[in-house]
């Protein structure tokens, strides 16, 4: 199946800057990768997600990168605010018939000090 | 409120006692999804269904777990003679499939699992 690392698991920023948080996979065939932000006490929302046939993604303040050789993808969060205090969480899934293969990293709490 | 919806949103129970969880998805999506989360963890996955069919199950899922989706529209887990390392948050996705792999999954707010 497929495994997950993420990093860093903590970071802090100031109000303002940017945060980076970074994904990497084992299986090759793994072909989406969403990323959810949970805030304490909630369900994990989706954020941004994309395909392996895509290289990169943004919707505003947020954005996500993807290098398939190397098998890892970033979430990219520029200009943050204290409202971007999250467990964010990335995943891949590796498509099989009849198989969920869908597996999350450990997250990454990220503090915006305003 | 037309996201997924799980009940009860907290349960605490003694350990040795039946619990029953229940999610009911976003409407028109196939698929629903059970994990289990702890503390500082992502998401684990338990089991999915495709309609009525339940499809995959983890290993983490041992013969006290059960889940159902009788209809194909809400899902029921149950875990039999609870222990204390059951506890943690229960959380329910679901997704439509489709031929082209549009499967975001969407999460509940979970149950949050007490075992005493």
């Known amino acids: 199946g497929e495994n997950v690392e993420q990093h860093p698991s903590t970071l802090s920023v100031q109000e303002g800057d940017s945060a980076v948080i970074k994904c990497t996979y084992s299986d090759s065939a793994s072909n989406y990768f969403p990323w959810y932000k949970q805030e304490l006490g909630k369900r994990p929302q989706l954020i941004i997600d994309i395909r392996s046939n895509v290289g990169e993604k943004k919707d505003q303040r947020i954005a996500v990168t993807l290098n398939k050789t190397a098998k890892h993808f970033s979430l990219h969060i520029t200009e943050t605010q204290p409202e971007d205090s999250a467990v964010y969480f990335c995943a891949a899934h590796l498509p099989r018939d009849n198989n969920n293969d869908m597996r999350f990293g450990a997250g990454t709490r990220l503090t915006v000090k305003p | 409120d037309t996201g997924v919806s799980q009940n009860p949103r907290h349960k605490i129970t003694k350990r040795g006692q039946n619990v029953t969880f229940r999610c009911d998805p976003i409407?028109?999506?196939?698929?629903l999804y059970w994990y289990r989360q702890t503390l500082g963890q992502g998401p684990e996955f338990l089991t999915y269904?495709?309609?009525?069919?339940?499809?995959?199950k983890s290993r983490l899922l041992s013969d006290r777990f059960s889940a159902e989706r009788p209809k194909g529209s809400f899902s029921t887990l149950e875990i039999q003679r609870t222990e204390q390392g059951d506890s943690a948050m229960y959380l329910c996705?679901?997704?439509?499939?489709?031929?082209?792999?549009?499967?975001?999954?969407?999460f509940g707010p979970g149950t949050r699992l007490t075992v005493l």
């Open positions: 269904f495709q309609n009525e069919a339940q499809l995959e």
């Open positions: 409407s028109e999506h196939n698929r």
């Open positions: 996705a679901s997704s439509p499939h489709s031929v082209r792999g549009k499967d975001t999954q969407y």
